[in-house]
């Protein structure tokens, strides 16, 4: 079975860089800077994180990160074998800052870049608002820049290609209301890297949110003191989610899609877990869209 590590990077196309950029970096605590026609922000050591560029508020690539040469070289021979055409491509690697990429989409469309070697700056990441960013467990082992969550229209296909063929575990599922069901899953300590979702009301596929992590509830505390200064929408107020225990709240990005913001999250230990089902995303708060 192929071992995707973490989630190592987020493409994110926006229509306003000079929106996000000061939403980035005053809200969120994520170091910002020009690159040709991106922004691109830090959150620790990495170089990319996460890389916006001009276009349609939508998800242009997640990028997973692999251990190393042998290990991508796994993740092809998986996506051969289950018939899914992927591109090797060293100039994308290069603009990535990584020592090889392979790109595929996935059986919802979204665009995935399977990656060794990220480059890493000698440059301390300093964060504008303090913040100290979960990207590894205390052991030393990567759980990535957070979880993306993503709505699609072929859920169990979905699934089915991130488990079989990437080698992702089913953390556990949430049925918040009837007939709608959530599926998380790990590929590393961090509670979820992926949640798939269907899409339910009028809601169209695309990126529902993308959680990070910080390391001080303060920190929390202090963004969503500034989510209410400058009256930016939440999507959902402070809560505690009953899966991964994480306490968050979610805001809206300039792009429309959520971004969680959170700390606590809880780690699981493979050697223990067991997939359970929850009847509620949350133990209290997460309260929708109070705007
Ligand atoms: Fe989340």
Same mark, same amino acid.
């Given at each position: ?14 229509? *306003? ?15 910002? *800077? ?68 392979? *790109? ?42 957070? =979880? ?79 989510? =209410? ?11 505690? =989610? ?50």
């Amino acid at each position: 079975m192929t071992k995707v590590q973490a989630l190592g990077y987020l493409g994110l196309r926006v229509k *306003s860089l000079e929106d996000w950029e000061v939403f980035a970096t005053e809200i969120l605590g994520l170091a910002a *800077s020009r690159q040709g026609d991106a922004v691109v922000l830090r959150m620790d050591e990495r170089a990319h994180r996460i890389t916006l560029r001009a276009g349609d508020d939508e998800l242009d690539y997640v990028g997973w990160q692999v251990a190393g040469p042998d290990a991508l070289g796994e993740v092809a021979a998986a996506l051969e074998a289950a018939g899914v055409p992927y591109r090797d491509d060293a100039g994308l690697a290069e603009l990535r800052g990584v020592r090889r990429l392979l *790109s595929c989409t996935d059986p919802a469309g979204y665009r995935l870049e399977f990656h060794y070697g990220p480059t890493m700056l000698q440059e301390p990441f300093v964060s504008p608002t303090g913040a100290r960013f979960v990207t590894t467990t205390k052991d030393g082992a990567d759980t990535g820049l957070g =979880h993306v969550v993503v709505l699609c229209d072929n859920v169990d296909e979905t699934t089915e290609f991130y488990r079989r063929v990437l080698g992702f575990a089913v953390s556990d599922h949430i049925i918040p209301v009837p007939g709608l069901l959530l599926t998380f899953l790990h590929t590393n300590p961090r509670h979820h890297s992926l949640a798939v979702a269907p899409i339910y009301g009028d809601g169209s596929p695309g990126i529902n949110h993308f959680m990070v992590e910080v390391d001080d509830l303060d920190v929390v505390g202090r963004a969503l003191d500034k989510v =209410h200064q400058r009256k930016i929408r939440q999507l959902a107020t402070f809560g505690r =989610h009953t899966n991964d225990k994480m306490l968050s709240f979610y805001v809206q990005s300039p792009s429309g899609f959520g971004v969680e913001y959170g700390a606590n999250g809880l780690l699981i230990d493979d050697e223990t877990w067991s997939v359970v089902t929850y009847d509620a995303s949350s133990y209290w708060g997460h309260v929708f869209d109070p705007a």
